[in-house]
């Protein structure tokens, strides 16, 4: 007999529109400066955009900011560094926003400082577009009244509801976990699968990946825990 | 075509999102208004998107705006100079735009809760806002206006900020506007006749009218003849490929009886390929839509070896038939290709030739990425997508914040 929830989790999904913003860059110094400066759902567009675009590329390209850099600009070592931050440690678009003009902002001082390495400028044609993502959040048909209900909504729901729920609510809604894990912990009270489902880093999954991933943990943990 | 008919291609979950997204705007009435009933992208895209969105409970009408030849020929230097032509618009042709728009808002109903005008041709029509408090306007731009002539730029801004949003189809075309600006990608109709699924006699049939043999290696660019498509450029990649793997190439394209330049290119290429039976250039005529679907099915690479592009919906095409593509990184090409993933970007002759030896030699590889940008368009660029940013689109008129809830 599988333990019911306190609450039913409700499974909600997310849309995207992108919307224009006018910005543009050409150079590393044009980029470090509209990265400081645009809001923070451009930053969340950029770090995020490429997971959703690219379902079922594994291993996905890792952000906007890092492709552009080695693809366009040929700067291979500062595309590593971006491409390297791990999204998952920060809890807000701000603290991200942080790490990435750190980064570039260091990179830049070093080319400066040594001499080495050359400021490239885009073509317009190649040039960075800054781009916002507005979302819209809304309820699905989905609830899961207790863990089996949960895995079997899992399947079927679309890839942009577990988006939402996994990325979405914890750095974009700053939320400190990722909305499974917390009902799995408060509504469930079966804290080791909570906390196994928090440490997964979603962002070395392509979505689908990660969807077979947290299906498959919650198989093993209800097979661990019939015997 | 029904909303059931997609389903087996994007699965149940994405329609029953677009039916969980109309219910929010059930009943509101969203008049579309544009130049022409029939040919041109945008009558095409309107024709398979209404009676969608009507599907899914909303009323969605399109009607026409009247002009008379010397209008459409008015409007048509407006295109050549939004695409940065650099000629003049004379006063009497600005007078003659102002007066059509003011007979056409005489004439027309404009009632409803969104009124959507497509290109410039009826953007005089947003005049009838002040007199429509509870109305949203939006302007959906289909041309390239990455680098606009200023003059005509100028001219239509005077209009574009009256409306209360405004839609362009790649980041490159944004502007310097006071009102919102949404990007929202052209799309391909997965069960239309240029991209439904063809059995294997199909395209034997349309190889042997063509009278093309599959006997080697086929590389094709599909692509109207235009300088801008650079397919002199095309048969010298072809020629570099072909010193060191024998392959055939096929140019095909739609003729332009009105275009003299179209006519002039076409020429060239023809005495540029004289002598090789190995390329076959088709200038096929505009209902040639299975014809091009198997030509691309047929191919073993595609090209888009283009200076400068729309979206270049082309490659959409190519890549939904799970082709591997070699490309220009330019206008909304790269949208639609990222490097050594779901496909190749070139920019030069010899790059171009050097990715596709690559691709004719790695099977395996070209296979990869075929199989790659197909799920990249399934995701983004079909029909589907296009159905739910139009549903969001008329949503964020009634909501301002980056997040909203619904």
């Known amino acids: ?227 | 075509m029904k909303l059931a008919d997609y389903e087996p291609i994007v699965g149940p979950n994405i329609i029953e999102e677009l039916k969980s997204l109309a219910r929010r705007l059930k009943g509101k009435l969203v008049r579309n208004i544009n130049s022409t009933a029939v040919g041109g992208g945008v009558a095409e895209i309107l024709m398979r998107l209404v009676p969608l969105l009507n599907e899914l409970g909303l009323d969605v009408r399109w009607d026409v705006i009247k002009g008379e030849e010397r209008f459409f020929s008015i409007t048509k230097k407006f295109h050549n100079m939004l695409h940065g032509k650099k000629v003049k618009l004379l006063p009497n042709e600005i007078e003659l735009f102002l007066k059509n728009g003011e007979d056409n808002l005489k004439n027309m109903d404009l009632s409803g809760d969104i009124l959507f005008i497509h290109d410039p041709q009826p953007i005089v029509l947003v005049k009838k806002k002040q007199f429509q408090k509870k109305s949203k306007w939006l302007w959906r731009c289909h041309i390239d206006v990455t680098e606009p002539n200023e003059q005509i730029w100028s001219f239509l801004k005077t209009f574009i900020e009256q409306y209360d949003a405004s839609v362009f189809s790649s980041p490159n075309f944004a502007q310097q506007l006071k009102i919102r600006q949404f990007l929202i990608a052209p799309s391909i109709d997965p069960l239309s006749d240029k991209n439904k699924d063809l059995s294997q006699n199909e395209i034997a049939d349309v190889l042997n009218r063509l009278k093309i043999a599959a006997d080697k290696p086929i590389i094709t660019q599909v692509s109207r003849f235009d300088y801008l498509k650079d397919p002199l450029g095309v048969i010298d990649v072809y020629r570099l490929v072909k010193k060191y793997t024998d392959c055939q190439l096929i140019l095909a394209g739609g003729t332009a009886t009105d275009d003299p330049e179209s006519a002039l290119v076409l020429n060239k290429v023809t005495e540029k390929a004289q002598g090789d039976p190995d390329i076959h250039i088709l200038a096929l005529p505009p209902t040639s839509d299975i014809e091009i679907n198997a030509l691309q099915r047929a191919s073993t690479v595609i090209l888009q070896k283009s200076v400068r592009e729309g979206f270049a919906l082309t490659v959409t095409e190519a890549l939904w038939k799970a082709k591997p593509v070699v490309a220009s990184a330019v206008g909304g090409i790269p949208l639609q290709i990222k490097h050594e993933f779901s496909g190749l970007l070139s920019r030069t002759t010899e790059g171009t030739a050097y990715w596709v030896k690559q691709l004719l030699n790695s099977p395996d590889y070209a296979q990869n990425l075929g199989r790659v940008g197909k799920e990249h368009v399934r995701q983004n660029f079909l029909l589907t997508r296009h159905l739910r940013e139009y549903l969001l689109l008329f949503l964020a008129l009634y909501h301002h914040s980056d997040i909203v809830n619904i």
């Open chain 1, 1 to 227: 007999m599988m333990k019911e929830a306190k609450q039913p989790f409700v499974f909600y999904t997310r849309l995207h529109l992108q919307e224009l913003t006018s910005r543009k860059a050409r150079s590393l110094k044009e980029l470090l400066e509209n990265i400081r400066e645009v809001s923070g759902s451009v930053i969340y567009h950029h770090t995020h955009s490429f997971l959703q675009r690219y379902q079922s590329l594994s291993p996905e390209p890792p952000n906007d900011f890092a492709y552009w850099v080695g693809e366009v600009l040929g700067e291979q070592k500062l595309a590593e560094e971006l491409a390297s931050i791990d999204t998952i440690q920060f809890s807000s678009i701000r603290a991200l926003r942080n790490k990435l003009t750190q980064t570039i902002a260091s990179h830049i001082r070093q080319m400066e400082r040594t001499g080495q390495g050359q400021f490239r400028v885009a073509s317009r044609q190649e040039q960075f577009h800054f781009v916002k993502s507005i979302s819209f959040i809304f309820p699905t048909p989905y609830l899961a009244h207790d863990l089996l209900e949960f895995v079997e909504v899992l399947k079927k729901v679309t890839i942009n509801s577990i988006y939402f729920h996994v990325f979405e609510a914890k750095l974009r809604l700053e939320k400190s976990v990722n909305d499974f894990s917390f009902w799995i912990d408060t509504n469930l009270d079966m804290p080791a699968l909570a906390e196994k489902l928090a440490r997964l880093d979603p962002y070395t999954y392509n979505l689908q990946g990660l969807r077979a991933k947290i299906i498959d943990s919650i198989n093993n943990y209800i097979k661990e825990n019939s015997k």
